[in-house]
């Protein structure tokens, strides 16, 4: 399914001549990533964790075309990241940690016919597809305008706009950070469901006990570079716990050969 | 049951394009009273004209256009609305969008550039064209100037090169912005050019020999050369050919260039990481 090979990503400043007009975040080059592999198959939940600026959102952005790789490969099934975009983008549901990224003068309901139609249904396929998903994030009958939703209804919506073509990975970006603990938990099950229904499913998230209570497979980034690739049984078996495995694993120090 | 593989039936271009007329039009009329301060926009400036073309008078230089000088900045208008149409969307679009986060959502649906491009045209194009014609309504009604309709006609196919130019230059303008976020020069050159070099307001002759030469550089040039030669003239179609001839010129090597730009300037924005950034 999802095959990250190798990747790397250096954030480098604009060249001299572009510098007065180019305005980035970076005035020397940054290592984001450092050679990352991993993979995630249909049926699996991995979860991507990390601290703060470990390289989660950039691999993400990443495997979703948002953000070119400086080196390495990303492939789904037989399609390569650079060369098939446009199909690549036909398969992966995308949710962003930002809670922008929705029209908020439009409803929610006006947002997934909307995008519905961009990620490839027709417009009667769309409506009803929104329908089903408006039913399934718990969104039905609340239909408004976004600026009046809260955020966890925003995060809702997000998801459901990841799930309108049903796509074969679905890629979340800390789509738990806004919700309620019960909200958390639906989502864990629907995340389990999809899984179960074939998806692939990356998650990146803060939340170690959600990490390891959903995730079937943990992929730990420290500065950039993979810590810990493993399943969520080896993690389990830990006496301390998963959580505490996990807490251990981001803040202790590499070993050196 | 397991999770398809293939991807659903892909929605059509024109699908796609419906989507996003619809989206713009929920969004244009959620900002109703935009819509109805424009009215008063047209009735104050058709009628501001109207009373310049009293003190301008019948000047020398507008004597080979018929109607004196209210249709000939008429004529000017037209063609400086069609330019702004061109030049202003697509950079402001890419604005709106980064602004409110939704430029990197979109560009992560397999929706292509173009098609992007030409969906968020229809509303801007259809609200232009509702505001030029409310110009030309109110021209006729309360101050009884009407141009020939077989001049509109032969006409349009000038102002939709125009619109090409200028959309192409617009692109350009887009282009820059998804690298700088703010400020362009593109736009303000090409709207001053249209406005001062190629006589939007004013006759070219009334300008410098040197700035004369200069103004046949500027594609509005043709276009307001052509259609006051329709509409004011009594031009007919073969008159304007050569005008059509340099515009279609200007379209075929703007219109992919700027194209290639854009795309160039997304590619760029996606290895520095800075799609999101506004």
Redesign the interface.
């Given at each position: 399914m999802l095959h990250v090979d190798h990747v790397t990503k250096v954030y480098k400043p604009p060249p001299p001549l572009l510098r007065p007009f180019v305005r980035t975040a970076v005035k020397e080059p940054v290592p984001a990533l450092k050679d990352v592999s991993f993979q995630v198959e249909r049926g699996n939940i991995v979860g991507l964790v990390g601290p703060n600026g470990a390289g989660k959102t950039t691999i993400i952005r990443v495997i979703t075309t948002l953000l070119t790789a400086t080196s390495g490969t990303v492939t789904l099934d037989d399609l390569h990241v650079d060369r098939d975009g446009y199909e690549f983008r036909r398969r992966i549901g995308l949710v962003l940690s930002e809670d922008r990224g929705l029209y908020w003068r439009l409803t929610g309901r006006q947002n997934l016919d909307f995008f519905g139609v961009m990620a490839g249904l027709s417009r009667a396929a769309a409506k009803r597809r929104t329908t089903e998903l408006m039913e399934e994030v718990g969104l039905a009958g609340r239909d408004k305008l976004v600026f009046g939703y809260s955020a966890g209804m925003r995060t809702r919506l997000s998801l459901a706009r990841a799930l309108l073509i049903d796509p074969p990975l679905l890629v979340l970006d800390e789509p738990t950070r806004s919700l309620d603990p019960v909200a958390t938990r639906e989502v864990g099950d629907m995340l389990r469901g999809l899984a179960a229904r074939g998806h692939a499913v990356l998650l990146s998230s803060h939340r170690l006990d959600e990490v390891a209570d959903v995730c079937t497979k943990v992929v730990a980034l420290v500065g950039g570079a993979v810590r810990f690739e493993g399943t969520a049984a080896e993690l389990a078996a830990d006496q301390a716990g998963p959580t505490e495995a996990l807490v251990r694993l981001l803040t202790q120090e590499p070993k050196t050969a | 049951?397991?999770?398809?593989?293939t991807?659903?039936?892909?929605?059509s271009i024109f699908?796609?394009i419906?989507?996003?007329t619809?989206?713009d039009m929920?969004?244009e009329k959620?900002y109703h009273f935009r819509l109805f301060l424009q009215f008063f926009n047209a009735i104050f400036t058709v009628a501001t004209f109207f009373f310049l073309s009293k003190l301008v008078g019948s000047s020398e230089y507008l004597q080979e256009y018929r109607g004196g000088y209210f249709t000939f900045a008429l004529v000017g208008v037209l063609v400086t609305q069609s330019s702004y149409l061109g030049l202003r969307t697509f950079s402001a679009t890419v604005t709106r969008e980064q602004d409110?986060?939704?430029l990197?959502?979109?560009?992560?649906?397999?929706?292509?550039l173009p098609t992007l491009m030409a969906g968020t045209f229809v509303i801007p194009a259809a609200f232009t064209a509702i505001e030029l014609a409310l110009w030309f309504s109110i021209a006729a009604i309360f101050f009884d100037v009407r141009f020939p309709i077989t001049g509109l006609l032969i006409g349009l196919p000038l102002l939709i090169l125009t619109l090409l130019v200028f959309c192409s230059i617009g692109i350009f303008s887009a282009a820059f912005i998804v690298?700088?976020?703010r400020g362009e020069p593109f736009t303000l050159v090409a709207s001053q050019a249209t406005t001062f070099l190629a006589g939007a307001m004013f006759p070219v002759a009334l300008l410098p020999g040197y700035l004369q030469v200069i103004a046949h550089m500027v594609p509005a040039y043709y276009s307001l050369t052509g259609l006051r030669s329709v509409l004011l003239g009594g031009a007919g179609f073969v008159s304007i050919i050569d005008e059509m001839l340099v515009l279609a010129a200007f379209a075929a090597v703007f219109l992919p260039l700027s194209l290639v730009a854009l795309r160039r300037a997304i590619?760029s924005a996606?290895?520095?990481?800075?799609?999101?950034?506004y």
């Open positions: - | 049951m397991i999770a398809q593989t991807p659903p039936p892909t929605a699908g796609r419906g989507a996003i619809r989206r929920t969004i959620s409110a986060g939704t990197e959502v979109l560009l992560s649906t397999p929706t292509r690298l700088t976020k590619r996606r290895v520095t990481g800075t799609l999101a950034n």
